[in-house]
């Protein structure tokens, strides 16, 4: 049986992933969020310090570097590929009294690569262009109060900034957050209703919608998770291998560059894309801290499209002909 201590660093690390174990569960769950590099920077040097200073305690660290293809098939005439790096950190600290706190930064770089002559209309006219890179930074906060072994309260909530290279960043800025109850049943059970707050690019409204997640632990090896529009499953092959199957809908949206306005040009337009996979995971753990994963998936249908910031939509492709998804990752925990 884990101790006390072990528990509570465990809870407190799952306050800061927002108990997420892929990437499209905070798009979708928490009205996601996000900062620029030099801050993303300043408060993973924040969280190290805070590392170093109560260390002494339960807390824990962890890095995370992941590399990602996807295929995304011909979206019209163009053949399009999606490539993604990124990097995050996440510690949390178990402050006593059943008070656990957690922090995640985290930055990715994203290209959007076209192939074939056909490139995306960017306005009424039907100007046409390609896209410089992409840049996706955030902060996630959260806070988790037990008020016995079965029962809580938590707390999350975020910034995040998804954009083209040259984008106004605080016009790209969102932010999102939700509170919930929590319910424990030994291992078997861990349930999280609540509300979220936050809103999009293309209107700034803020919307107000229901949150859960439920994971359901039938045998010490076997792990079930939902979560809004995703879901996953886990099977703890051996001591060093977990197998993982997961799947989902996502929705992403980024804030271009400013070019000529309507109806000339898109202004300060967005580009918002939308996809449902399924991915198959392997984690290999080697040693006590470190981390491999590897995952091979599927796009079953995607998604993109332009509108102006006026909200007119000036291009939109899709594709349903499945698409390869390769991702690579190297996880650290300290």
């Known amino acids: 049986m884990p101790s006390a201590r ?17 990437r499209v569960a905070l798009a979708n769950d928490e009205a996601a969020p996000a900062p620029t590099e030099a801050q993303v920077t300043e408060r993973t040097d924040a ?28 979206l019209g005439g163009a053949r399009t590929w999606w490539l993604r790096t990124g990097l995050s950190a996440a510690g949390g600290i178990a402050l006593g009294h059943g008070i656990n706190v957690g922090i995640s930064p ?12 056909d490139t995306f209309n960017l306005s009424r006219t039907g100007r046409r262009s390609d896209f410089t890179d992409f840049y996706e930074s955030s902060l996630r906060l959260g806070a988790d109060y037990e008020f016995d072994e079965t029962w809580g309260a938590e707390i999350l909530t975020g910034f995040s900034a998804r954009h083209e290279q040259s984008a106004d960043y605080g016009e790209a800025l969102q932010w999102g957050g939700s509170v919930a109850l929590t319910y424990r049943r030994g291992r078997f059970v861990t349930a999280r209703l609540g509300l979220g707050l936050g ?13 859960y997640r439920i994971r359901l632990r039938p045998t010490p090896r076997l792990t ?20 993982g199957l997961a799947g989902g809908v996502d929705n992403t949206q980024y804030k271009l560059d400013r070019r000529p306005p309507p109806p000339q040009g898109p202004g300060d337009g967005t580009l918002q894309r939308r996809q449902a996979r399924i991915d198959a ?12 994963r590897g995952r091979v998936g599927t796009v079953l249908d995607q998604e993109l499209s332009i509108r102006d910031e006026d909200g007119f939509e000036v291009d ?17 925990r300290l």
């Open 6 to 22: 072990t528990r509570r660093l465990a809870g407190a690390l799952a306050v800061a992933f927002g108990l997420a174990p892929i």
């Open 47 to 74: 969280l190290l310090s805070l590392w170093d200073s109560l260390r002494r305690d339960a807390a824990g660290l962890r890095l995370g570097f992941d590399e990602e293809l996807v295929s995304a098939g011909k």
């Open 106 to 117: 985290g930055f990715a770089w994203e290209r959007l690569v076209i192939d074939g002559p």
């Open 199 to 211: 809103a999009d690019l293309s209107d700034r409204k803020l919307r107000l919608s229901p949150v």
């Open 224 to 243: 079930l998770e939902t979560s809004g529009l995703t879901g996953g499953v886990q099977w703890q092959a051996t001591r060093e291998a977990t197998l």
């Open 281 to 292: 995971e392997v984690v290999y753990r080697l040693g006590h801290g470190l981390r491999l």
């Open 316 to 332: 939109r492709r899709r594709d349903r002909d499945p698409s390869l998804v390769l991702s690579f990752g190297v996880e650290l």
